[in-house]
């Protein structure tokens, strides 16, 4: 007897079913495989870090730094480089298959540094994009997490009365230019956050008219 499962009403092979069942297995193991690969990082990330300083971020950014430096790329690859981590596996393929023609027996150090020269201007663009974006989202929950503090804290604090932060005094100067301002002299923290929340706080992150 010939088994029903995978036939439809007319005896053929259900094939959107089948499709759509391997569609799902697929899927499942990507999410599987995802998750061992993550419980891999934790396991293999060493216990002791030979970077004093901020072991855990900058730990990697040396180990990761060195492995491209070794493949030819520079620090003024930084932006093109983020550019072309930011962009879909199409678009990396689709730029790349011209070199890989080129030069069959490369290695993919050697083609990403070639396609980093070869397409600067575009994909520093839209490295400088990512990070922008990035910085919006740690600057947008930075600020919600300020504004939901004590209102007395804010408005109150001792912290007011602490002298104006480096930061503070950047994005002070950065505006005074922006909007043709006259700088407003030395401001203790408290004054500077008063005057950089009534005139736009971050620029960068605000619509203005200049």
């Keep these: 007897m010939k088994s029903q499962i995978y036939e439809n009403?007319?005896?053929q092979p259900d094939i959107d079913r089948i499709l759509s069942e391997a569609d799902d297995r697929i899927a499942a193991l990507g999410e599987q495989r995802a998750a061992v690969a993550e419980r891999r990082r934790h396991l293999i990330e060493p216990a002791y870090k030979t970077v004093v300083a901020s072991p855990t971020d900058m730990h990697h950014k040396i180990s990761l730094g060195a492995v491209l430096v070794n493949a030819g790329m520079r620090a003024y690859d930084a932006d093109a480089l983020a550019g072309l981590l930011a962009s879909n596996g199409h678009y990396m393929l689709s730029l790349s298959d011209e070199l890989v023609d080129e030069d069959p027996s490369a290695s993919l150090g050697t083609i990403l540094t070639r396609l980093l020269d070869a397409k600067e201007r575009e994909?520093?663009?839209?490295?400088?994009?990512?990070t922008w974006c990035r910085r919006l989202d740690a600057y947008g929950e930075d600020r919600a997490e300020w504004l939901a503090r004590n209102e007395e804290f804010r408005l109150e604090g001792a912290w007011r009365e602490a002298?104006?932060?480096?930061?503070q005094r950047w994005l002070v100067r950065v505006t005074c230019r922006v909007r043709h301002l006259d700088l407003p002299g030395d401001l203790l923290r408290g004054e500077a956050?008063?005057?950089?929340?009534?005139?736009?706080a971050n620029l960068n992150y605000r619509e203005f008219v200049a």
């Design 123 to 130: 994909l520093a663009a839209r490295g400088l994009f990512a």
């Design 193 to 200: 956050a008063d005057w950089l929340d009534a005139n736009g």
């Design 163 to 167: 002298p104006m932060t480096s930061g």
């Design 9 to 11: 009403a007319d005896g």
